[in-house]
C-alpha cells in the first residue's frame, strides 16, 4: 500500500500507531527485564565490610583475618605477583561449606583480578607453607570441626604499576555485602 495514496485521516492513524509503539515497545522491555535487575542487583557485591590485615572481622556466619597481603619477587618487569593468606572460624563449618565463595585483589584504580594458579611454583619456593594451603571455597570449611581455623592463600598475577591493593572475599551467602580487606 502506497503512504501517499492513503487518506489524510488513515496518515494520521499511522503516524499515532508508530508513536504508540514508540512508548509500548520500550515500557514492555521494562515490565519484563525489572525482575532480571533485581535478581541482577542482589547476586553482585555492592555493600563492603571493610577491614584492616590482621583485624578480625565478622562477615557471613565467620570470623575472618587477612594475615598476609604482600607481593612476591620472581614476577616480570610488567607483571608481580601477590600472595594473600586469610583465615576464617566459621560458626557452622558445614553450612558454610555448601556456600560458594569468591577472591579478588582490587586496585586503587578499581581494576581487579582473580586468583590464578600461574604462580604456584614461585608461592612454593618462597612461602612452601602457603602454597600448601587450599583456597576458599566448600571443602575448605566442609573438613572442619566446630570452632576450628580455616586457613586459606589465594596468588594473583597484578600489574607492577598497582597500588592501594585490597582483598577481596565473597559468600554467595552474603550478598550484596562482601569483606574488603586493605593492607595497613
Known amino acids: 500500500m502506497d503512504i ?5 485521516g488513515g496518515r494520521r492513524g499511522y503516524r499515532l500507531s508508530l ?20 535478581e541482577w542487583r542482589a547476586r553482585h557485591e555492592r555493600a563492603p565490610v571493610e577491614a ?21 619477587a620472581g614476577g616480570s618487569p610488567e607483571r608481580t605477583i601477590m600472595l594473600a ?5 566459621p560458626d557452622d563449618p558445614a ?3 555448601e556456600v560458594p565463595c569468591a577472591v579478588a585483589l582490587t586496585d586503587g584504580l578499581g581494576r581487579q583480578w582473580n586468583a590464578t594458579f600461574v604462580a604456584d611454583r614461585v608461592v612454593r619456593r618462597a612461602y612452601p607453607r602457603a602454597a600448601d594451603k587450599p583456597g576458599c571455597g566448600g571443602p575448605t570449611f566442609g573438613a572442619l570441626a566446630k570452632g576450628a ?7 594473583f598475577v597484578v600489574p607492577a604499576t598497582a597500588d592501594d591493593i585490597a582483598l577481596s ?11 574488603r580487606f586493605s593492607a595497613p
Open 4 to 8: 501517499a495514496a492513503v487518506t489524510p
Open 95 to 97: 553450612a558454610l561449606a
Open 85 to 89: 593468606e586469610f583465615e576464617a572460624v
Open 149 to 155: 581455623k580455616a586457613e586459606m592463600a589465594a596468588t
Open 169 to 179: 572475599v565473597t559468600m554467595a551467602s552474603a550478598l550484596p555485602r562482601y569483606l
Open 52 to 72: 584492616v590485615q590482621g583485624q578480625p572481622v565478622r562477615y557471613a556466619g565467620a570470623e575472618w583475618r587477612l594475615t598476609r597481603l604482600e607481593r612476591i
Open 19 to 38: 508513536a504508540a509503539l514508540a512508548i509500548a515497545l520500550p515500557a514492555a522491555l521494562l515490565v519484563e527485564s525489572w525482575g532480571s535487575v533485581r
